[in-house]
C-alpha cells in the first residue's frame, strides 16, 4: 500500500478510525509513516500528536486501546480508514466516539423501523395504528400473525412471482420484529446469538 504522507507537506495523513463490528466512525486522528508502521506492527492504533509532537498509541494512559483490524487508502492514497476493535471509551471525555455519539450497532431502516414499532406499542391508544392493535390483541394474536406470514412466503417460494414473494418476506420480517418487541427483544438479541455461532 502506498501513502502519500507528502501531499499536505506536513508528513501526515487523517485517519478515520470505525469500529469493525458497529461500523460507527470513532474518531479522527493524525498519522505520520512511523505511527503507521507502529500500529501495523503492534496491532494497536498509534497517532501522531500534533500538540504533543510525538507518537502517542491510544490508551497508552486510559487503557482503552483501539485494536487494529484493517488498515485501507483511499483513492488519493492520502487519507486512511483504520477498522478497530475498541476496548473501552474512544474519547477522552469518557465517550464511546468523539461526536459523543453512542457506539452501537445499527441496522439502517431496520432499526428505524424498531423504533417505530416501539413508539406505536407505547402509544397502545391509537385505535388507527395496525402494530398498536396486534400489541392490544396480545401475543398469542402476534404469533399467529408470523405463522401466518411464515406459511405464506413457504407458498409464494415455490411459485415465480418475484414480486409476491419479496412482499411476503416483507411482511414476515415486519411481523417478527413485532413479536420480539412483545417478547421483550430486539434484532440485537437475534444478532448476538448469530455471532456466538459464528
Given at each position: ?12 495523513v487523517?485517519?478515520?478510525i470505525?469500529?469493525?463490528v458497529?461500523?460507527q466512525?470513532l474518531?479522527?486522528?493524525?498519522m ?22 510525538r507518537?502517542?498509541?491510544k ?20 487519507t486512511l ?8 471509551a474512544?474519547c477522552?471525555t ?5 461526536w ?5 450497532a445499527?441496522f439502517?431502516?431496520?432499526?428505524e423501523?424498531?423504533?417505530v ?19 392490544k390483541?396480545?401475543?398469542?394474536k402476534?404469533?399467529q400473525?408470523v ?13 415465480d ?6 412482499n ?9 420484529l ?9 434484532l ?6 448469530l455471532?456466538?455461532?459464528h
Amino acid at each position: 500500500m502506498t501513502i502519500d504522507f507528502n501531499k499536505n507537506n506536513d508528513g501526515l495523513v487523517p485517519a478515520i478510525i470505525q469500529d469493525f463490528v458497529t461500523r460507527q466512525v470513532l474518531m479522527l486522528g493524525y498519522m505520520n509513516k512511523e505511527a503507521y508502521e507502529k500500529t501495523v506492527k503492534t496491532g494497536k492504533v498509534t497517532f501522531f500528536s500534533r500538540t504533543k509532537n510525538r507518537l502517542w498509541t491510544k490508551g497508552e494512559e486510559s487503557g482503552n486501546f483501539l485494536n487494529l483490524v484493517s488498515v485501507k487508502n483511499d483513492c488519493d492514497n492520502d487519507t486512511l480508514l483504520i477498522k478497530v476493535k475498541p476496548v473501552g471509551a474512544t474519547c477522552h471525555t469518557g465517550s464511546d466516539t468523539c461526536w459523543d455519539e453512542t457506539n452501537e450497532a445499527s441496522f439502517g431502516f431496520l432499526s428505524e423501523l424498531e423504533n417505530v414499532i416501539t413508539s406505536r406499542r407505547m402509544n397502545a391508544d391509537s385505535e388507527k395504528s395496525y402494530v398498536a392493535s396486534l400489541f392490544k390483541k396480545g401475543i398469542n394474536k402476534i404469533a399467529q400473525k408470523v405463522g401466518e406470514e411464515a406459511v405464506e412466503i413457504v407458498i409464494e417460494a415455490k411459485d415465480d412471482n418475484e414480486e409476491l414473494f419479496l412482499n411476503e418476506g416483507a411482511d414476515l420480517l415486519f411481523h417478527y420484529l413485532i413479536l420480539l418487541q412483545a417478547k421483550g427483544y430486539t434484532l440485537k438479541d437475534i444478532v448476538k446469538i448469530l455471532e456466538g455461532r459464528h
